[in-house]
Nanobody
Framework: QVQLVESGGGLVQAGGSLRLSCVLS????????MGWFRQAPGKERMFVAG????????LYADSVKGRFTISRDNAKNTVYLLMDSLKSGDTAVYYC??????????????WGQGTQVTVSS
């Protein structure tokens, strides 16, 4: 059974930075592409960023490109999302997800419980 546990959310001022972390347990980490999604109040959950098993390939939503960076440490079974130049529109619950096989923007198999990110203007 795959378990994903996120951490690092919180309250930050606009223009500030946060780093989210997500630890996977229960399976071999390198079996999975990893992704970050977010869901704002009243909106659908959307893809934010993804990374393949090796860390050599990444994908980003246009709204975060150039501001967010996804990375992974396979020795620590951990994926990160560094968020810079945060805007009020980035306020949402952020979810970590794991996908068997290749990196895509959808079709994720396992999800974390989410961590709240609030950006004050």
């Amino acid at each position: 059974q795959v378990q994903l546990v996120e951490s690092g959310g919180g309250l930050v001022q606009a223009g500030g930075s946060l780093r989210l972390s997500c630890v996977l347990s229960g399976r071999i980490f390198t079996m999975y592409a990893m992704g970050w999604f977010r869901q704002a109040p009243g909106k659908e959950r959307m893809f934010v960023a993804g990374i393949d098993w090796s860390g050599s390939s990444t994908l980003y939503a246009d709204s975060v490109k150039g501001r967010f960076t996804i990375s992974r440490d396979n020795a620590k079974n951990t994926v990160y999302l560094l968020m810079d130049s945060l805007k009020s529109g980035d306020t949402a619950v952020y979810y970590c997800a794991a996908r068997r096989a290749r990196l895509e923007v959808d079709g994720y198999d396992y999800w974390g419980q989410g961590t709240q990110v609030t950006v004050s203007s």
